[in-house]
C-alpha cells in the first residue's frame, strides 16, 4: 500500500495536525509506505500561473512545474485528505494543490475525436480517505450541500478507481469542541482508517483439500 | 447610484472568462453603474491565510485588518458579482482564497451563541458568471459544489433581494456560437440584474 497523504493547515498546534498524525500513525502500523505533502510547510503555491493555464493542454510540459506533486500521485494508489474545512470548502491552498496537479493526462484524460467527454486518469487510486473540522453545525454543512465533501469525494472521487473503498469524518461545530468531542473524533478516525486500510492483502495460504475452517 | 463590485479570477487577459468579464463591467457601466473591478491576479492576491489570520480569525473586528483594502471596498458595494472559471468543482484557488480570507466573521457572517447569523447584508444583488469543464451532468452528479457554495452559504450571508447565477456547462467543447450565446445571455441577464 502507498499512501500520499495532503495535509494543510496554517498552525502547526491545531487539531487538524493531531487528525494527520492520527492518520500516519494508522498508516505507518500498517506497514503502508507514506509520503506527506503538508502544503503549508512546504509553501505550496496555489495559484495557477498564467503559463500554466497557457500551457494546461500540453501534457509534454504542463507537470514541470509540480513535478514532485504528480510523480506521487502517480505513485500512490491510496489518497488521504487531512485540511480544516473553510466556507464550506477547501482552503485555498489546497483548492490550488487540486487546481495545479490534477492535470489532463495526470488525472483526466480531455475529450478527443473518440471520447465526447472527460475521461478519469487515476484508476490506479482505490483507496480514498477525507478529514475535516467544520466551523458549520452538520445540518447547516448539509444544508449547503457540504461542497468541500463532494469537491473531494465525488469531484476527485469520479477521477479514481471505480470500486474503490472511499472514508469521511468531519468534526462539525469546531468552535464549540470540547476535549471529549475531539477524543470521540479522533476515535471515528481511528476506526475509518481501519476501515480504509482494511486487512492485509496478504496471499491466502494454502488450504489442504477438505480442511475445516475454525474460527 | 449602484456601487458594484465585480470580483475577477482568471490568469489570462485572452481568455473566456475575461471576455465575460468585460461584458459583464461594460453592461453595468451602460446602465450607470459605478463599477470597482477587482482583478485577484493583476493585483497580485495573496489567496492564503496565514497562520496569524487563523489565530485572530475571531477578533471582531481586528480579523480585518490584513485584508482591509479588499473589506472596504466589499463594503463600498451594494451589488456583489464574480466572474471565474470552475476549476476541479470549485473556484480557483485566487477566488477561494478571497472568500478565506475577505468573508471573515463580522462582515459575512456573525456568530451569535455559536449561531451563524447574516453580516454581508448591504449586499443587496448577488451574481456570478462561471463556465464548467464538467457537463451539466457530471457537474450535478458531483453535487455542483460551486454554485451551492453561492446559492445556499453566500444567500444566507447577505439575503440578496436578487440571486443570478449563471453557468455555461461543457465549456471544453462549446464552439464559437455557444460561446457567443452565452455571452448574449449574460449581457442580457446583467441588462436585468
Known amino acids: 500500500m502507498r499512501a500520499l497523504v495532503v495535509y494543510c493547515h496554517p498552525t502547526p498546534d491545531s487539531f487538524t495536525a493531531a487528525i494527520r498524525d492520527l492518520v500516519l500513525a494508522r498508516l505507518q502500523a500498517s506497514g503502508a ?5 503538508d502544503l503549508y510547510g512546504d509553501s505550496f503555491q496555489p495559484v495557477l500561473a498564467p503559463a500554466e493555464w497557457q500551457g494546461y493542454l500540453d501534457c509534454t510540459q504542463n507537470c514541470t512545474p509540480v513535478g514532485r506533486e504528480v510523480a506521487d500521485l502517480r505513485w500512490c494508489d491510496t489518497l488521504i485528505f487531512v485540511y480544516p474545512t473553510w466556507w464550506y470548502g477547501l482552503p485555498a491552498i489546497l483548492k490550488g494543490w487540486l487546481d495545479r496537479v490534477l492535470l489532463p493526462d495526470v488525472a483526466f484524460l480531455m475529450p478527443d475525436g473518440v471520447n465526447r467527454t472527460i475521461r478519469p486518469g487515476l484508476h490506479h487510486i482505490s483507496r480514498l480517505g477525507v478529514f475535516t473540522t467544520c466551523g458549520a453545525s452538520r445540518w447547516l454543512t448539509w444544508f449547503v450541500g457540504a461542497p468541500g465533501k463532494r469537491t473531494l ?25 470540547t476535549p471529549e468531542s475531539r477524543a470521540r473524533h479522533l476515535g471515528r478516525v481511528a476506526a475509518k482508517m481501519d476501515k480504509l486500510i482494511g486487512r492485509p492483502a496478504a496471499t491466502p495460504a494454502p488450504q489442504p483439500q477438505g480442511a475445516r475452517v475454525t474460527q | 447610484m449602484t456601487r458594484a463590485l465585480v470580483v475577477f ?53 481586528g480579523n480585518t485588518r ?3 483594502a479588499h473589506v472596504d ?3 463600498a458595494a451594494s451589488a456583489l458579482v464574480l466572474v471565474h472559471p470552475v476549476w476541479n468543482f470549485g473556484p480557483p484557488a485566487i477566488l477561494k482564497g478571497y472568500y478565506d480570507r475577505v ?24 451574481g456570478v458568471v462561471t463556465t464548467y469543464g464538467a457537463s451539466w451532468l457530471r457537474a450535478t452528479l458531483a453535487g455542483d459544489p460551486p454554485r451551492r457554495l453561492v446559492t445556499r452559504a453566500f444567500r444566507h450571508a447577505a439575503k440578496p433581494d436578487r440571486l443570478l447565477y449563471m453557468a455555461l456547462y461543457d465549456m471544453n467543447r462549446a464552439d464559437a456560437a455557444r460561446r457567443a450565446g452565452y455571452l448574449a445571455r449574460v449581457e442580457h441577464g446583467m441588462e436585468q440584474f
Open chain 2, 9 to 61: 479570477a482568471h490568469p489570462c487577459e485572452e481568455s473566456f472568462a475575461a471576455a465575460l468579464k468585460g461584458v459583464v463591467v461594460g453592461t453595468l457601466q451602460k446602465r450607470g453603474w459605478d463599477v470597482d473591478l477587482c482583478d485577484l491576479y493583476a493585483e497580485g492576491f495573496d489567496p492564503v491565510m496565514t497562520a496569524e489570520e487563523r489565530r485572530g480569525y475571531h477578533a471582531v473586528p
Open chain 2, 66 to 68: 490584513p485584508v482591509q
Open chain 1, 33 to 37: 509506505e507514506v509520503r506527506l505533502h
Open chain 2, 73 to 75: 471596498r466589499l463594503l
Open chain 1, 153 to 177: 469525494m465525488r469531484g476527485v472521487g469520479l477521477l479514481l478507481k471505480p470500486r474503490k473503498r472511499s472514508v469521511f469524518a468531519a468534526h462539525y461545530l469546531m468552535d464549540s469542541s
Open chain 2, 103 to 126: 468573508f471573515v466573521p463580522g462582515i459575512s457572517f456573525r456568530l451569535e451563541n455559536g449561531k451563524v447569523k447574516p453580516a454581508m447584508t448591504h449586499i443587496r444583488k448577488l
